[in-house]
Every structure is written in C-alpha cells, then in structure tokens.
C-alpha cells in the first residue's frame, strides 16, 4: 500500500530430506515465513526419484498451494521461492523455481538477486543459437550454466565457472536429480542461511523460516560459497572471493523479519539500536514517539529508550492489507495509506509526537502519515528517520526508483522536511547506521546512501 518504500527482491527455500518429513509441506510452509521477501509469485519444485515435478503461479503462497498439489508434489528434497520482480516484467512466465531440460538431463533453479551482466551475457548467448522464453536473469543462469556444464563431469565444476563470468548479487539454489546445491554470491550481498532437521538439511534467505519449523540454525552460508548435498552427505566448495564483503545494509533496515539472523546479527537488535543513535544524533523535545508498523516500530523503541520519551503505540494497522507494494487500483490509491494504517487518536491528540520510520524514498506515503496524525490532533510532527538519505538507486536485487524520483537525490533535508509537512525531519548517519552492525562478520554495500558499489555497473538499463 506504500509506494514509496523500497522493494523487495525474493526468497528461497530448499530441503534435501534424508527423514520421513513431507518434503513439499516443509517447503510451503518455509515459502510462508518468507512471505514478506516477495508477493507476486511463488513456486515449489521437488525432486521425485529423479524426476522434477512443479508447480508455479502468480500470487501469494497460500493462493497457489492446497493439499492436493502439495500431496502431488512428493519428492526427498525441494527447491522453492517467493517472487517480486526486479528485473524482468511480472508476469507467469518469470514465476520460479524454473525449470530447464538440456543436454546433461534436467534442473530446477532459484534464485533471490540480480545480475547486473545478465544483458551482455543473454546477447551473447543469442547469437550462439540460445532462445530465451523469460525476461529474468535467473534464465541467463541456468542457459550459461547448461552451456558450460557440457564440459564437466560434475555441475559444481561448471557452476564454479559460471562464478567467473555472471556478476552481481546472488544467492542460489540449484537441484538436479543427484544433489541440491547453494550458491552465494563471491561478495555475500544477499542472504543465505543453512539449517538441519535431524539427519536433513534445510537452506533459507532467512533464518527465521527455520524457526516454527523445528529446524536447527546451523550458520551463514558463507560469501563465495557453493555447498553440495547428495545421498553421499554434504560438503563445501570455497571459491574465490574479494578481500571485503558487500552484504545488503538495507536487510537490517526493511527488508528481512526482525526475528531473523543474518551474518551473526539480529534484525531486530540492529534496528532498536539505529533508533538510540537516531536519539544521540537527532534529538527532540516531544511528548509520545510512535513507530510506523511494521520495520519502523524496534527504531521507536530504541529512540524511547534513549530519549526518555514515552513510547506509545500510535497506529492501528489492517494486517489484511498485502506489504507496501501491492496496490487495489489507481482509485484506492490515495486512499491506500488510510486503508492500511489509522491513527489511535486518543495516544496522539494534543501531543507533540515523533515519527520514526525506517526509510524515505519518495516522500508521498510520509506525507500522508504526518497529515494522518495531525488530522488525529497532533500539534507537531518529528520525524526521524533510521537509515540515511536514499540518493542513488540499486542494481543488485533492490528495485529501487530511478534516481531522479529518489526525493533526497533531489533536494535538501529541509525542502522534504516541508514537502511532508513535518516539524522537523533528521536522518541516521551513515556512520551511525553502520555502528548498528558492528558486531556483524561483514563489510555492508551501502551504495544506495553514498553511491559507493562494490563493483562496476554498466549504466542504468542494467538494473
């Protein structure tokens, strides 16, 4: 319903099952947890005794799976994904896991990222004769991949090749009828965690899918990483991989459930940190803070905490309204915000409050919350801000709007602080966001804030 957040790329879960477990209903119910990495497609392939059975569609993961495709979909292990698209268009065709026959048998592949040669890779591979039935890179993987793999008796060797050539963000899970691999890409920029349940072993964009499913987190799949399951057991290849990692900042932020682990950090706890340091740098006399549900409400505890600042819960939010991107029609779409959050007016009428969200990108949904609660009787509006200006897009996973629709690529801090009607307006810093994750294993990508991408991109048509 917000149109001015940031979008979020995808998630994947496999199962290879060495238990009795139901390897399908494993998987939903990991792709349900994963729900708020992506809402317009989901898919779930199996692997039944060498054979892949599928099935992907447009829509959420309860939408798409009853119990009669799941008792369909019997299988050891498993590969599945939640989409939104951020290269490709959306429709059914660039749903995944996608699924591929060539010369060395057949596959089923996920992928949560975006690769930023895919463009000169896909040409290449057009003029050799390779015809393409999608727009998603995923696709221009799994042909290179196809390709390449002719020369190794072993896919882990031509996708160690593959390595070399695709770049940017990628985590990766590929199952053919012998194994079931998990790639990350060289530099970590998206997740990817590994579990165990018994004598099986589960792989997820986040750890938080293991959690109500009884699975042991075991670690992070780490940046470079490809690990190979088979009924031999497992073991790790270690590719080669840059002095300094690159992982996504904008997951602690937004992207990933606060419940969730990545790279040793808890989402929620760097959050409630962002929002003490947003206290220390931006302070505010003011009577009550409120957090916008859902990534904006740790950052308001943390701000209270710090600031003595009574904590209240200022919005009721419709938890039957889809994540920020999913919009009814052009009709309702200014009445999208109101439709999903309203003002508790008894905890914001004659108080001077302060707004803690976790980004602003546009400016148009922080707009119409700072008139939703001083039409609810606030008399002044603080909002503050726990990740720093977003002045440049992304080209690694994040469907981020061109720059020149990033408001603060655009303007001065002053000039949004009017455009949205605030009282005032502050930023975490970039230091002060990092400080948030420092206790993590990585370094963090924070392109999208200072323009500074760990590696080239070509120009904006990569994205």
Do not use: W
């Not at 602690?252 to 003490?276: C, L, N, Q, T």
């Not at 008139?371 to 009787?377: T, V």
């Amino acid at each position: 319903m917000f149109d001015d957040k940031l979008k979020e790329e995808c998630g994947v879960f496999g199962v290879y099952n060495n238990n009795e477990f139901d390897t399908s209903r494993l998987t939903y119910y990991g792709l349900f947890a994963l729900q708020h990495r992506g809402q317009e497609s989901a898919g779930i392939a199996v692997n039944n005794k060498g054979t892949i059975l599928y099935r992907k569609e447009m829509g959420m993961v309860s939408e798409i799976f009853d119990d009669v495709v799941l008792d369909y979909l019997k299988g050891h292990s498993a590969i599945g994904h939640v989409r939104y698209s951020t290269t490709g268009e959306s429709y059914a065709e660039n749903a995944q896991p996608l699924v591929i026959k060539y010369t060395k048998g057949h596959m089923a592949i996920a992928h949560n990222g975006n690769i930023t040669n895919a463009g000169k890779i896909k040409k290449e591979l057009e003029e050799q004769g390779t015809i393409f039935q999608t727009t998603s890179d995923t696709e221009v993987i799994a042909a290179l991949l196809s390709r390449i793999r002719i020369k190794y008796s072993a896919i882990e060797d031509a996708l160690r090749e593959v390595m070399t050539i695709i770049k940017g963000a990628y985590s990766l899970l590929i199952m053919t009828p012998n194994k079931l691999i998990a790639v990350r890409d060289p530099l970590g920029m998206r997740p990817l965690v590994i579990g165990k349940k018994e004598d099986s072993y589960v792989f997820s964009s986040e750890s938080c899918a293991f959690d109500s499913l009884g699975i042991k987190f075991i670690r992070d799949v780490e940046p470079g990483e490809m690990i190979v399951v088979n009924n031999e057991g497992i073991k790790s290849i270690q590719t080669e991989v840059p002095k300094k990692s690159a992982s996504c900042i904008f997951e602690y932020i937004y992207f990933a459930r606060p419940d969730s682990i990545m790279d040793g950090i808890e989402v929620y706890s760097a959050r409630y940190k962002a929002g003490i340091e947003l206290a220390k740098e931006h302070p505010v006399d003011a009577d009550v803070v409120v957090g916008v549900p859902d990534s904006g409400l740790a950052a308001a505890h943390g701000f209270a905490h710090a600031s003595g600042i009574k904590y209240v819960g200022g919005f009721m939010k419709n938890r039957y309204v889809g994540r920020t991107f999913i919009q009814p029609s052009q009709e309702m779409r200014e009445l999208g915000v109101h439709m999903k959050l309203n003002p508790i007016r008894s905890q914001i009428e004659g108080k001077r409050v302060v707004m803690i969200d976790d980004s602003l990108v546009r400016g148009t949904t922080s707009k119409k919350i700072v008139n939703l609660l001083k039409a609810a009787g606030a008399t002044e509006v603080h909002v503050r801000i726990s990740s720093p200006p977003v002045k440049h897009s992304c080209y690694f996973g994040i469907d981020t709007p061109e720059r020149k629709n990033l408001i603060a690529g655009n303007m001065s801090i002053d000039g949004i602080k009017d455009l949205i009607g605030a009282d005032s307006l502050g930023y975490i810093s970039n230091e002060g966001l990092l400080s948030t994750c420092k206790d993590g294993k990585r370094d963090y990508c924070m392109a999208c804030f200072n323009g500074k991408y760990p590696m080239d991109v070509d120009d904006e048509e990569e994205k």
